[in-house]
């Protein structure tokens, strides 16, 4: 089994920063892609920012230059600096991770999700 843990997200005025961290546990063998992904009100949820096993990172083109994703392989955590935060910003988080777990293989895990508000 394996289990995210999402932690960091909160209330903001808009300017503002946050800092995003999700935490994988379990009988993991590999963590291929971290990423987080967003849904507002209403709306479909998207994608935010990814980063492979090597460390390539893709960003929305709504966070480019305003968020940062990284993670540490040796704690099984990413994390999402989120700086300049704006209103539409404001959402649930989720964390996506794609991970080889024993007995399971390669299988997508999601986080439990974390409220993102910015204030105006």
């Known amino acids: 089994q394996v289990q995210l843990v999402e932690s960091g997200g909160g209330l903001v005025q808009a300017g503002g920063s946050l800092r995003l961290s999700c935490a994988a546990s379990g009988s993991i063998v590999s963590i291929n892609s971290m990423g987080w992904y967003r849904q507002a009100p209403g709306k479909q949820r998207e994608l935010v920012a990814v980063?492979?096993?090597?460390?390539?990172?893709n960003y929305a083109d709504s966070v480019e230059g305003r968020f940062t994703i990284s993670r540490d392989n040796a704690k099984n955590t990413v994390y999402l600096q989120m700086n300049s935060l704006k209103f539409e910003d404001t959402a649930v988080y989720y964390c996506?991770?794609?991970?080889?777990?024993?007995?399971?293989?390669?299988?997508?895990?999601w986080g439990q999700g974390t409220q993102v508000t910015v204030s105006s």
């Open positions: 996506n991770t794609y991970i080889w777990a024993v007995g399971v293989g390669f299988t997508t895990y």
């Open positions: 980063i492979t096993s090597g460390g390539t990172t």
